[in-house]
């Protein structure tokens, strides 16, 4: 009786993992849930890609409802996405801030020179702590971050005509 037992222990365990991989296909793939939605953006102290003696800190961040973008130059996709936070940057009014992400100073410099800079700032994260505390995953990824400086959305990929129009413009209108 126990070996007949013992013979359906596979057929349990496959069925319950089948039950798993079910699930998981109901799942949006792009959806990376964020710890941070709801709360305070991350304290630091950091220089800026063009000033290396600036201290800039969170409180920067306050006072308007803003972007803060996730970029480095490494990051194929972030050149994508770079015309369309420019237009944003001239056509919105909208603060943009930059998250320079595990990069060289001088390669972030030349290339907000060669495409322009839509950023109010970027900030300089050498070795990805803020990164980290933000939850990056990779870049690009953009937030959006209330006037009291508590983060209230974030978008991971990249920011196309489309998306800004019809996921992050509404998102960031509900916070103006």
Same mark, same amino acid.
Request: net charge negative; proline share 6%.
């Given at each position: 009786?126990?070996?007949?037992?013992?013979?359906?222990?596979?057929?349990?365990? $496959?069925?319950?993992?089948?039950?798993?991989?079910?699930?998981?296909?109901?799942?949006? %793939?792009?959806?990376?849930?964020?710890?941070?939605?709801? @709360?305070? $953006?991350?304290?630091?102290?950091?220089?800026?890609?063009?000033?290396?003696?600036?201290?800039?800190?969170? *409180?920067?961040? @306050?006072?308007?409802?803003?972007?803060?973008?996730?970029?480095?130059?490494?990051?194929?996709?972030?050149?994508?996405?770079? %015309?369309?936070?420019?237009?944003?940057?001239?056509?919105?009014?909208?603060?943009? $801030?930059?998250? *320079?992400? @595990?990069?060289?100073?001088?390669?972030?410099?030349?290339?907000? /020179?060669?495409?322009? /800079? %839509?950023?109010? $700032?970027?900030?300089?994260?050498?070795?990805?702590?803020?990164?980290? /505390?933000?939850?990056?995953?990779?870049? %690009?990824?953009?937030?959006?971050? /209330?006037?009291?400086?508590?983060?209230?959305?974030?978008?991971?990929?990249?920011?196309?005509?489309?998306?800004?129009? *019809?996921?992050?413009?509404?998102?960031?209108? @509900?916070?103006?």
């Amino acid at each position: 009786m126990k070996r007949r037992l013992m013979l359906f222990i596979p057929l349990v365990i $496959f069925f319950v993992m089948g039950l798993f991989l079910w699930q998981g296909l109901k799942l949006d %793939p792009r959806e990376l849930p964020s710890a941070l939605v709801g @709360k305070p $953006f991350p304290t630091f102290t950091l220089s800026t890609v063009k000033d290396e003696s600036a201290a800039i800190t969170e *409180n920067a961040l @306050k006072g308007q409802v803003s972007l803060v973008n996730v970029w480095a130059t490494w990051c194929v996709a972030c050149r994508q996405e770079h %015309p369309e936070l420019v237009r944003i940057a001239q056509e919105s009014g909208l603060k943009i $801030f930059g998250l *320079n992400y @595990k990069d060289t100073r001088p390669e972030a410099i030349r290339w907000l /020179d060669e495409y322009m /800079d %839509p950023y109010q $700032f970027s900030l300089f994260d050498e070795d990805g702590r803020v990164g980290l /505390d933000l939850g990056v995953y990779g870049a %690009p990824e953009t937030y959006i971050v /209330d006037k009291d400086g508590i983060v209230r959305y974030r978008f991971v990929g990249v920011i196309d005509r489309q998306v800004w129009l *019809n996921e992050l413009l509404p998102e960031v209108n @509900k916070w103006r």
